[in-house]
């Protein structure tokens, strides 16, 4: 029996191999798996075929779950919920939160009611992780920085950030050093910020710390140095996936704008 009898025979197949083709090129996407596995689940949807999801299951997809599922789905959540409007993200954290009041979920709502501009609600979600046992969490101290830093208190921010242990993760270690550089930068200590920014960047997890970077150079007239920055986030920004790119569409927007009023 040939392939293209089994599907005539059972057309759900069909639906369900076109499926994980679409899951695991997300998967690919967002573990950075590589241009060859990408173009090959990408051929593979293209024409319908089996074989591409098949391969990728075995090779790729399966020993990441032996070797970790819950890191394999952490990574793959990551990055469709970094492309969610922000609303929507606040309303799904509302929901987490009504039904399960863990640290988890009470720190992420709190730091995305941050970024939408309402620190008022972010505090008043936050403040039951201030005292206790979660007063020292790298994730409590980072949600309250960015508060510190919304609120106009950047002072207070650099001392939250100085107790975050760098070492828990390399996301963790992007966003400390580029809050800290911001608290820095806020109270005048440009020297200061100029080094962390420039130690944010190394193995960075987002474009955040290199686009905030050249902002600071172009406001102290660094401008030759603001362009090289800008022209490798230019470079960065074509080679990226369309995943990457919406994902850090906020970054790259803001290094455009840079760069035409460099000219």
């Given at each position: 029996m040939n392939v293209g009898s089994i599907f005539n025979q059972a057309p759900w197949l069909f639906t369900v191999f076109y499926a994980l083709n679409i899951l695991f090129l997300i998967h690919a996407i967002a573990t950075r798996r590589g241009v060859i596995w990408i173009a090959v689940l990408g051929f593979s949807l293209f024409v319908g075929g089996f074989l591409g999801p098949l391969i990728y299951f075995f090779l790729e997809f399966l020993p990441t779950l032996r070797g970790g599922r819950r890191a394999a789905t952490n990574v793959l959540q990551s990055g469709l919920e970094a492309?969610?409007?922000?609303?929507?993200?606040?309303?799904?954290?509302?929901?987490?939160?009504?039904?399960?009041?863990?640290?988890?979920?009470?720190?992420?709502?709190?730091?995305?009611?941050?970024?939408?501009?309402?620190?008022?609600?972010?505090?008043?979600?936050?403040?039951?992780?201030?005292?206790?046992?979660?007063?020292?969490?790298?994730?409590?101290?980072?949600?309250?920085?960015?508060?510190?830093?919304?609120?106009?208190?950047?002072?207070?921010?650099?001392?939250?950030?100085?107790?975050?242990?760098?070492r828990t993760s390399a996301a963790t270690r992007t966003r400390t050093l580029t809050l800290l550089a911001q608290a820095q930068e806020k109270q005048g200590k440009v020297t200061e910020a100029d080094a962390t920014y420039i130690q944010a960047m190394v193995a960075a997890t987002t474009e955040e710390p290199r686009t905030r970077y050249a902002t600071l150079l172009v406001a102290q007239g660094r401008r030759e140095e603001a362009a090289e920055l800008l022209e490798a986030l230019a470079k960065t920004e074509r080679r990226a996936t369309n995943l990457y790119k919406r994902q850090e569409r906020e970054w790259f927007a803001l290094a455009a704008e840079l760069r035409r009023n460099l000219k």
């Amino acid at each position: 029996m040939n392939v293209g009898s089994i599907f005539n025979q059972a057309p759900w197949l069909f639906t369900v191999f076109y499926a994980l083709n679409i899951l695991f090129l997300i998967h690919a996407i967002a573990t950075r798996r590589g241009v060859i596995w990408i173009a090959v689940l990408g051929f593979s949807l293209f024409v319908g075929g089996f074989l591409g999801p098949l391969i990728y299951f075995f090779l790729e997809f399966l020993p990441t779950l032996r070797g970790g599922r819950r890191a394999a789905t952490n990574v793959l959540q990551s990055g469709l919920e970094a492309i969610k409007p922000l609303d929507t993200r606040i309303r799904e954290a509302q929901e987490e939160l009504a039904e399960s009041d863990t640290l988890a979920h009470r720190a992420d709502l709190a730091g995305l009611l941050a970024r939408a501009g309402r620190p008022d609600e972010a505090q008043a979600t936050l403040n039951p992780l201030l005292v206790g046992i979660y007063a020292d969490d790298p994730v409590v101290l980072l949600t309250s920085a960015e508060l510190d830093l919304a609120r106009g208190n950047p002072a207070d921010a650099e001392a939250r950030l100085t107790r975050v242990d760098l070492r828990t993760s390399a996301a963790t270690r992007t966003r400390t050093l580029t809050l800290l550089a911001q608290a820095q930068e806020k109270q005048g200590k440009v020297t200061e910020a100029d080094a962390t920014y420039i130690q944010a960047m190394v193995a960075a997890t987002t474009e955040e710390p290199r686009t905030r970077y050249a902002t600071l150079l172009v406001a102290q007239g660094r401008r030759e140095e603001a362009a090289e920055l800008l022209e490798a986030l230019a470079k960065t920004e074509r080679r990226a996936t369309n995943l990457y790119k919406r994902q850090e569409r906020e970054w790259f927007a803001l290094a455009a704008e840079l760069r035409r009023n460099l000219k």
